[in-house]
């Protein structure tokens, strides 16, 4: 597969495709956000209920939606949907976590879709689907009943990098980073020797947000860089599953954050600093390091280079604390699933429209810069109650430009890596608002060329565990998650000394961390009889 993704569909009158005469309207809840929002905005006359995606599955599906609620944010969202999964209240189509998705299957609320998916899942739809292996359909299926249909996305895209302001590397005069010390040593000099050149002591070496871990200034990546896999299910030396986050090396990395911190190598505030007061921190030009995923570039770095043409971050691959490469963790992308509920009068609807937003974005009557990314309204895609997507997409598309670069073919380009590329070359031609699109996907300079690397040299940790959540997990996870984090955040902060680690140990396992171990090996073990 290259940037699109094709397939013999079939025609329009099979069942995958048939609209519904008359019309039917089908429950939903929503979410929109800022961003949503100001896709909006640059959309002009559409809103999030009227829309080209709504217009697209009435004018060829004969489907209607109706929202119970619309939250703003994924706070309210979480509070809104609580609520709805208390009560019974649910949509006919709902969306969900696993463990959501298990608590809606106890309480007998949602239907098998084995049967329907088989029957009405277009061969495109299908073939995405599975393009990231049997994981996400593992998790969706609950007592060897398909309770969910995955909401598929990019595993591989959630692979770590550390991103570097290479204009405050030529300022003082350093080398790209070859090893963690290295990094190490950079971060250093981001803190102290005043890369901003504002003659004050206000710059931060290194990104981190009170969540911790996460997408964007999170520290998966560093700990990585100590072999250390603090979110995933990891193999032990006698091949047991245990979990990361109790792993000696993760005290050892533990060590080394807090003598950056007491060093002031993190902003002294970041514990109470989510994701939108830390971005920031990036966009005022006050950052040199962050460790997180492909995206940053968008956001919050194009802001920073918006507000400093000079301003430049580039992607560089985890970098390891000794001679063994780093590694970086990732769990399964998917991790959102869409249920029935059991008296719908039409179940088969939800899988005709997943067909119908996979042909529109990559098949062959596919129209991607109407649907996915119009002009410069990017996000336009979340408009669409389903967003399925082929998990590979974005390599893909960096794969298609490159070899069409370097072969002199760019004209043979078609959907998402022309649209990609045209997107860098005006960028070079002088549009610095697209200049996150250059640090994305250009060839030379591209985080995907490191996501290559990645793929080529095999150099993401798995997690080890991708199946529906144990019993345990369900009524437990929240509880240890929040465990670990409070009791990493006083370490860093320098609130308990390093050693407190090994009490979190203990208590991780007292606390339903040992059962959750014994189950998970139960089902690992079972699944390769």
Do not use: C
Request: charged share 25%.
């Amino acid at each position: 597969m290259s940037g699109q993704v094709r397939s013999d569909a079939g025609n329009s009158a099979d069942i995958q495709t048939a609209k519904y005469d008359p019309a039917i309207t089908v429950s939903l809840v929503g979410v929109t956000d800022d961003t949503l929002e100001g896709v909006l905005a640059k959309l002009q006359g559409e809103s999030f209920e009227d829309n080209r995606w709504t217009k697209l599955y009435e004018d060829q599906l004969g489907i209607k939606f109706k929202y119970n609620w619309i939250a703003k944010g994924p706070d309210q969202f979480k509070q809104k949907m609580n609520v709805s999964l208390a009560t019974g209240d649910v949509p006919e189509f709902i969306q969900v976590d696993a463990i959501e998705l298990k608590q809606l299957q106890e309480a007998d609320l949602i239907m098998d879709l084995g049967e329907l998916y088989e029957k009405y899942a277009a061969p495109l739809t299908k073939e995405v689907l599975a393009q990231d292996g049997e994981a996400p359909f593992k998790v969706a299926t609950i007592d060897g009943k398909l309770m969910g249909l995955p909401n598929v996305r990019s595993s591989i895209d959630m692979a770590q990098f550390v991103w570097i302001r290479t204009d405050w590397l030529n300022k003082l005069g350093l080398s790209e980073p070859k090893s963690m010390d290295d990094l190490l040593d950079i971060i250093e000099a981001f803190t102290t020797q005043d890369p901003d050149g504002n003659g004050q002591n206000d710059t931060v070496g290194l990104l981190v947000q009170k969540d911790l871990f996460g997408g964007f200034a999170g520290l998966e990546g560093f700990f990585n860089a100590y072999h250390a896999y603090p979110t995933v299910w990891v193999k032990d030396e006698n091949g047991q599953i245990i979990h990361g986050s109790t792993r000696p090396e993760v005290k050892t990395a533990l060590a080394e954050l807090q003598k950056m911190y007491q060093k002031g190598q993190l902003d002294k505030e970041f514990g109470v600093k989510d994701w939108g007061k830390t971005a920031e921190t990036a966009s005022a030009g006050k950052a040199g390091v962050a460790f997180g995923q492909q995206w940053l570039s968008a956001w919050p770095f194009q802001s920073n280079h918006d507000n400093d043409p000079n301003a430049v971050w580039k992607a560089y691959p985890l970098l390891s604390i000794d001679s063994q490469p780093a590694k970086s963790e990732i769990s399964l992308g998917t991790t959102q699933y869409w249920a029935v509920r059991k008296d719908a009068a039409h179940p088969e609807a939800l899988i005709k429209m997943f067909n119908l937003y996979i042909e529109k974005n990559w098949g062959e009557t596919a129209e991607f810069d109407t649907y996915y990314l119009p002009g410069d309204a990017e996000g336009t895609w979340k408009l669409s109650p389903v967003t399925p997507e082929p998990p590979n997409k974005n390599l893909d598309a960096y794969l298609a430009i490159s070899e069409a670069t370097s072969s002199g073919s760019v004209d043979q380009l078609k959907g998402e890596a022309k649209v990609i590329l045209d997107k860098v070359i005006e960028y070079k031609s002088g549009n610095q608002g697209l200049w996150s699109w250059y640090a994305g996907s250009d060839p030379v300079e591209g985080v995907y060329r490191v996501m290559k690397q990645y793929k080529d040299q095999d150099l993401f940790q798995m997690n080890e565990f991708v199946s529906a959540p144990t019993p345990t997990m369900t009524d437990k996870s929240a509880t240890l998650t929040r465990l670990m984090n409070e009791t990493f955040m006083r370490i860093i902060l320098g609130d308990l000394k390093v050693d407190a680690f090994d009490k979190y140990v203990e208590d991780w396992n007292k606390l339903g961390g040992e059962q959750i171990t014994k189950e998970v090996n139960e089902i690992h073990k079972a699944g390769n009889k």
